[in-house]
């Protein structure tokens, strides 16, 4: 049993890394977080380095970085000979991926914007090309 003086709940864990509760809780179910010792009244005792580590998980997934990236990030900082390349190298994959949903909006951008183009906010609903078009391309898919 870690000593309770090191030793944070979940409560204010939460409140520390600025998560709900449910958040820590749904970190701990994913593998994020391990699961914490109990006090004798059963309240999760988490350690102070929980903290800087649900801080990371919010700031990777701010950088568009999914769980499971996350999970694999968290466990390279475990894994003996790891090094900062291996780091970079998920880093550039994440940009990579990044890049391509530019891509994908800017093309959803384009034709949306033609679509808008050729409705000129008149008529009866029936009639509306944005409508139609949309009819049109959900049938070829």
Same mark, same amino acid.
């Given at each position: 049993?870690?000593? &309770?003086?090191?030793?944070? &709940?979940?409560?204010? *864990?939460?409140?520390?890394?600025?998560?709900?509760?449910?958040?820590?809780?749904?970190?701990?179910?994913?593998? *994020?977080? /391990?699961? /914490? /010792? +109990?006090? =004798?009244?059963?309240?999760?005792?988490? #350690?102070? @380095?929980?903290?800087? +580590?649900?801080?990371?998980?919010?700031?990777?997934?701010? $950088?568009?970085?999914?769980?499971?990236?996350?999970?694999?990030?968290?466990?390279?900082?475990? %894994?003996p000979?790891? %090094? #900062?390349?291996?780091v +970079?190298? +998920?880093?550039?994959?994440?940009?990579? @991926?990044?890049?391509?949903?530019?891509?994908? *909006?800017? =093309?959803?951008?384009?034709?949306?914007?033609? $679509? &808008? =183009?050729?409705?000129?906010? @008149?008529?009866?609903?029936?009639?509306? /090309?944005?409508?139609?078009? *949309?009819?049109?391309?959900?049938? %070829?898919?």
């Amino acid at each position: 049993m870690r000593d &309770t003086t090191d030793t944070i &709940t979940i409560s204010q *864990l939460a409140k520390r890394s600025a998560v709900s509760l449910e958040t820590i809780r749904y970190y701990e179910r994913q593998g *994020l977080l /391990p699961k /914490p /010792p +109990r006090s =004798a009244a059963g309240y999760r005792l988490f #350690s102070l @380095d929980e903290v800087r +580590r649900v801080r990371f998980i919010k700031r990777a997934q701010e $950088l568009g970085f999914s769980l499971k990236e996350i999970k694999e990030l968290l466990d390279l900082r475990a %894994t003996p000979g790891m %090094t #900062s390349a291996d780091v +970079r190298k +998920r880093a550039e994959a994440k940009i990579a @991926d990044i890049e391509e949903k530019i891509q994908t *909006l800017r =093309a959803m951008k384009r034709a949306l914007t033609r $679509l &808008t =183009a050729a409705c000129c906010g @008149d008529g009866s609903i029936s009639e509306c /090309p944005i409508l139609e078009s *949309l009819s049109v391309e959900k049938e %070829t898919m």
